[in-house]
């Protein structure tokens, strides 16, 4: 703007002189002043001022929450493109890191296996594996005539020793409880109970005489069964006599003490009973599983892997690939990593911090790639186009002159004090280490450039309604010429389309 006031003020200066001149030299006779038309280029340029600014300015932030483990830069140090400025701790991320990697090795094992197919060794050790698991099974077989003759010898004691004395004829059909109770159904269902224990004791013994270690497995299976079945009846009867102890009404502190520890003795024998019984009964269905679990392992590699089987395998791996990807892209994003060389002019993160994602933790600016930032009125944004040359002076640097161009013109308008400009943007022809952000440079952005026109001063040019004028001198007579104009430059001169002609001279006074 300063300068602009400055050839203003020029051009003002001059043209006032030349009017000064044209009314002197018209009222002294026949004496003129007059200028050349000249040949040669001509470049039309707007001037406007600018500054300095980073190419790149960017704001970093974690992609992920956690808590910052390490700041390795602070504000106003260089960094290099590449450079972790800062990291989370990623110590848990790691742990699932390996963990995947693992079951991305496993799934790869498993897809080559598929793809090998059985060798023989594999098929004989699902042989044996599966000879060992039917063996096992008949050996837990095997068990159950010593399991159920246990059970029924440790039930028979509960029952027939340990509480003898609680009844009289408990082997008859009438089986009487020794002592008083309040309640005279629950001594009805006692009585009852005890002799449905002697018929379980009974058909329990003769189902005994006829069990074979050698007996078909589904008739062994129905042994045990059987067992259980007769168990449970007694547990019920002992729960009635416990019952019945509680109600008691006759017997003596000592006796009552004694018929507890009986009837504790009772159901400790009948419950381990039950416990032995029902393991074996469950280890039994345990084993049978697992032979069929072998079973079919032997018959997969017996048929060998079908085109669906690798295609699931492979189908596996690629997804524990993903989730080790998945993994690593999460420790990726643990760090604040600069994209750019250059100087950090904001640096946030501190050791300990919790970063949330998003939240701006740190700002670079690139510190050698600058670029010019200018504003261009509206009046002369038409003339300017990307790619335009531009030469540009500091105060920084006088006396020299930085050559650029023209990279980048806003579409949309800035209004800067009510004026409507829009942004332009100048690159440097050649990087220059002197340069700093921020600078004021004068910028003379050169529009369009006529190599071979012709030139004439402003100062010698007349306007007015009916368009512009220059005068010559033809016979003593001075005469206005029709003039075309074309491109103007910062130094006064303007092209002449038509009108004149080269060498030609004209009255060196011009009225605007």
């Known amino acids: 703007m300063k300068k602009k006031i400055i050839i203003y003020s020029v051009i003002g200066v001059l043209v006032v002189g030349g009017l000064i001149a044209y009314f002197v030299l018209r009222n002294s006779g026949n004496q003129y002043q007059f ?4 040949q040669g280029p001509i470049t039309e340029t707007v001037d406007v001022t600018g500054n300095t600014t980073p190419a790149k300015d960017l704001s970093l932030a974690f992609q992920t929450n956690g808590t910052i483990a390490a700041v390795n830069y602070s504000a106003g140090d260089h960094v290099n493109s590449g450079a972790i400025i800062a990291s989370l701790d990623t110590r848990s991320l ?39 698991g039917e063996q096992t099974l008949a050996n837990e077989y095997g068990n159950i005539n010593n399991i159920i003759s246990t059970a029924y010898t440790q039930t028979n004691d509960a029952i027939r020793t340990q509480l003898q004395a609680f009844f009289s004829s408990p082997e008859t059909n009438s089986p009487q409880l020794t002592f008083s109770i309040s309640n005279s159904q629950t001594l009805n269902n006692v009585n009852a109970a005890r002799l449905l224990a002697s018929t379980e004791l009974n058909a329990w013994q003769s189902e005994l005489q006829n069990m074979s270690a050698s007996s078909p497995s589904s008739t062994l299976d129905t042994d045990l069964q059987n067992a259980i079945n007769h168990l449970t009846t007694i547990k019920n009867f002992l729960s009635l006599i416990s019952g019945a102890l509680l109600q008691q009404t006759n017997l003596s502190n000592a006796t009552l003490a004694t018929y507890n520890v009986a009837v504790t003795a009772a159901i400790n024998e009948v419950n381990a009973a039950t416990t032995n019984v029902t393991t074996a009964k469950q280890n039994i269905a345990s084993q049978k599983i697992t032979i069929q679990q072998l079973q079919a392992q032997l018959n997969l590699k017996l048929a060998g892997s079908t085109a669906q089987q690798i295609a699931a395998q492979q189908a596996q791996v690629e997804q524990a690939q993903a989730s080790a990807q998945s993994v690593q892209v999460q420790i990726s994003q643990a760090s604040l990593v600069s994209p750019i060389s250059g100087i950090i002019t904001v640096q946030n ?26 504003y261009v009125p509206e009046t002369d944004i038409g003339k300017v186009s990307v790619g335009d040359q531009v030469t540009m002076t500091f105060d920084a640097f006088p006396g020299e002159t930085f050559a650029g161009k023209i990279f980048h013109v806003d579409p949309a308008q800035t209004v800067l004090s009510g004026v409507v400009d829009y942004k332009v943007k100048a690159s440097f022809n050649t990087a220059d280490v002197r340069m700093k952000s921020g600078l004021t440079a004068d910028v003379k952005i050169q529009t369009q450039t006529d190599a071979n026109a012709l030139i004439l001063p402003q100062y010698a040019i007349l306007q007015n309604d009916q368009g512009s004028f220059v005068e010559v001198l033809k016979n003593g007579t001075v005469t206005q010429i029709p003039i075309t104009l074309g491109i103007s430059d910062g130094q006064g001169n303007i092209e002449i389309m038509s009108g004149v002609t080269a060498g030609e001279q004209v009255v060196n006074i011009g009225l605007k």
């Not at 890191?97 to 090998?116: G, I, Y």
């Not at 300990?352 to 930032?373: F, K, N, R, Y």
């Open 94 to 132: 790691q742990a699932q890191l390996a963990q995947a990697q693992a079951n991305v090795d496993e799934q790869k094992a498993q897809l080559a296996n598929l793809q090998a197919g059985a060798q023989p060794a594999d098929i004989q050790a699902s042989q044996a594996a599966l000879a060992g």
């Open 35 to 38: 200028t050349t038309v000249t």
């Open 349 to 374: 993160a501190k050791v300990g911090q919790i970063a949330t994602p998003g939240a701006v933790m740190t700002s670079v600016i690139s510190d050698s790639d600058l670029e010019v930032d200018t």
